[in-house]
């Protein structure tokens, strides 16, 4: 593992401990399956309707999984480098009876059999930790059967660019959207470095890797919003998240 991955993999460790902390919350959160947002639950309802076995890279607190479960999902191996968070994940998903398992591993090079999923689900905060991202579309098109899913829902590759000021939106002076990584500055905090991938380099890496684009459309809404935070650039006039469906070439 690389300087700054490791780096971000210990800011993870120590922010994750929110997810302990605000167990008895999440769960309850989790319970209601609300965690898919429309634009999730549209992109994604064909591909539910058949119960894939799906793979979640970056799998964070969990709730995506148990709503993934609830909207069809057969299963969900989540897979995610800070054991704090899979410690936690499992045990919501345990204590929900969902059909969830968790792993402790780095993206990419997930300890996953090829071609074991259907679909692959990630997004929300996910590809910017990702310092290689040839290697980590590689890695999705291998745990992918010939013509399983991937689905990613995520910011922006703008979104670091915006300001939080709530009259008007306004570039960030340190910021730049061809720059190849920034300093996270709100969560997890703790001189974390995000790597920017713009979207022509997103697209172009899953193509090369083997996998055709089914879909893809930018939206203004944020999938996450700073709590007590209400940003101009929020308001409708800027990209805030993409969608994006591909399908591995049979
Ligand atoms: C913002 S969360 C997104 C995941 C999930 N949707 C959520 O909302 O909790 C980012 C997750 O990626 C994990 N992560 C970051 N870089 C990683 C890597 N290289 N390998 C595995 N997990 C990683 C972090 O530990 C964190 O749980």
């Not at 340190?174 to 720059?179: K, L, N, P, S």
């Not at 500055?185 to 001189?191: L, Q, R």
């Given at each position: 593992m690389d300087v700054t991955t490791r780096a971000n993999r210990s800011a993870w460790e120590t922010a994750a401990h929110k997810y302990v902390d605000e167990y008895d919350e999440l769960l309850a959160q989790a319970a209601t399956g609300s965690e898919l947002v429309a634009i999730e639950r549209d992109l994604l309802r064909e591909v539910l309707s058949r119960s894939p076995a799906v793979v979640h890279p970056q799998s964070g607190h969990g709730l995506d999984d148990i709503a993934l479960v609830q909207a069809g999902a057969r299963s969900v191996v989540g897979v995610d480098y800070s054991s704090v968070t899979v410690r936690a994940a499992q045990r919501r998903a345990d204590e929900l009876g969902a059909p969830c398992r968790y792993v402790v591993a780095a993206v990419p090079g997930m300890p996953l059999a090829g071609a074991s999923a259907d679909l692959v689900y990630t997004g929300k905060g996910a590809l910017i930790w990702m310092r290689d991202l040839a290697a980590w579309a590689r890695d999705i098109a291998r745990v992918l059967r010939p013509s399983g899913h991937l689905f990613v829902y995520e910011a922006h590759p703008a979104v670091p660019l915006w300001t939080w000021d709530e009259d008007e939106p306004r570039i960030r002076p340190?910021?730049?959207?061809?720059?190849r990584s920034h300093v996270n500055?709100?969560?997890?905090?703790?001189?974390a470095v995000e790597w920017q991938w713009n979207l022509g380099q997103i697209v172009t890496t899953l193509v090369a890797a083997g996998l055709e684009i089914l879909h893809l459309s930018e939206y203004p809404e944020p999938f996450w919003r700073a709590g007590g935070v209400s940003a101009a650039a929020w308001s409708g006039r800027l990209p805030n998240s993409f969608a994006l469906l591909a399908r591995r070439r049979p």
């Open positions: 340190d910021r730049g959207y061809f720059a500055d709100t969560f997890p905090g703790n001189g």
